[in-house]
């Protein structure tokens, strides 16, 4: 019995963290950055992927459990802190759920020719969303087939973005200069602006450590899937950013539909490749959802039990699966697609699209001071994987992570040139990141206050 239960391969922990990572609605918003992005792509890669990478591995395996974020930064500061983070990376999936919600309905209508308004496209949208909920409310080794076959739509889209870029370049010329000039960090506001969805981009390998207990060698599997799955990402994310790049001059780039314009416009017009690949992109908003609910889930439904969290979070249905997360997910997004239309001339998809990005960058601002903390005063427990270097790298893996993390927060939702454009598209996201983390800190004391009333019932009982 025990045998037949581990069936999470390395090959699907692979799939998986190419499917869970490289998120491609968020393409065209890093492409917005202009030809500097490949800079900055490398730049992250090399002071921000690698150490996180590293430090992921060690920590999903040295502390491997459901738990996940949770439980390394619970042990690290404390179950108060444990229960902003569980918050933090929850919230932020129902506000991404509802963000491609948008998204669906945008790209949909685009590849068919139709003009969806009004409560039909709200509708179409709630649907994406429970969808979304009952699927993700699945056992991993049920599901997995999903995320392998988007991993595969995943990897047809990119290679295939490139190679026409590619092709074009080579034929027809390309829509920006990429020029060494261009090519450097202009270090201009706008931009750096868009820093935080490049790191965006390279989140999720903790996802894949919550699947330890499916796998048959997670000491192994995990550093493995992370490493092998890092390349592949890596080399997918840059043939896509070359071809939208070949394609579309940058202030010309849509947020939400540059990824079919920019088919449409190195292929010449729309035929049926494109809507396959509309198709194809369609899936992979819907399995990206779902493959990223198998590790959000799981940890808010930790933080449940753990009473960091109301107890609605810990709720599981007869085979262990936190439906009660799973369920306030599409509540949640629900709320958020009824809502977005009354938004004032806001591009709804990118309004929530960036909020969803700065919570989750939000939480992982936690994760490397308790990689960092847990060194310090957990230095025996056995580490399967560890994190190469003395003290002095441990230092830099730790905080210049943490230091990019925190200005690319800064640069998403801090207006810097006081322009009305930025103002207007930078001030509600503030405001929403001011809300989520007041509601956050009343839902984890509430947590916090209601499990302190019952010890103190057990106790007079």
Sequence with gaps: METE???????????????????????????????????????????????YGLISSELGTTYAGDGGLYDWVKQAFGPRWGGRLAWLYWINYPIWMASLAVLFVQVGGQIFGLKLTGWVSILIQLLFVWVVVLVGNKPVSESKWIMNLAAFAKIVTILALGGLGIYVAMTRGVANSFSVHNLLPQMNLSGLSNLSVIIFNFLGFEVVATMADDMDNPKKQIPQAI??????????????????????????????????????????????????????????????????????????D??????????????????????????????????????????????????????????????YTLMFPAFWELRRKDPHTERPFHVPGGSVMINLMTWVPEVLLILTIIFSVVPMNGSAAEISAKVPVLIGVIITIVIGEIVVRYAEHHQAQLKNQTTKD
């Design 5 to 51: 239960k581990k069936k999470f391969r390395l090959f699907d922990a692979v799939l998986m963290s190419v499917v869970v990572i490289m998120v491609v609605e968020s393409v065209a918003p890093a492409a917005a950055i202009g030809p500097s992005q490949f800079f900055w792509w490398f730049f992250l890669l090399i002071l921000f992927f690698i150490p």
């Design 227 to 300: 490493i092998y799955g890092g390349i592949l990402i890596a080399i997918f994310y840059l043939l896509g950013a070359f071809g939208m790049g070949a394609a579309i001059p940058t202030d010309k780039l849509s947020a939400s539909s540059g990824l079919i314009d920019s088919f449409v416009l190195l292929i010449g017009h729309m035929n049926w490749f494109v809507v396959l690949i509309g198709i194809f992109f369609l899936y992979i908003l819907v399995s990206e959802m779902i493959s990223w609910a198998l590790g959000v889930n799981y940890v808010a």
């Design 302 to 363: 930790y933080a449940g039990k753990d009473h960091v969290l109301p107890r609605i979070f810990a709720k599981e249905d007869t085979k262990g699966m936190p439906v009660g997360t799973g369920y306030l997910n599409g509540i949640v997004a629900t709320v958020l697609v009824i809502a977005g239309p009354l938004l004032p001339d806001q591009n709804i998809f990118w309004a929530f699209f960036s909020l969803n990005v700065v919570a989750l960058l939000l939480s």
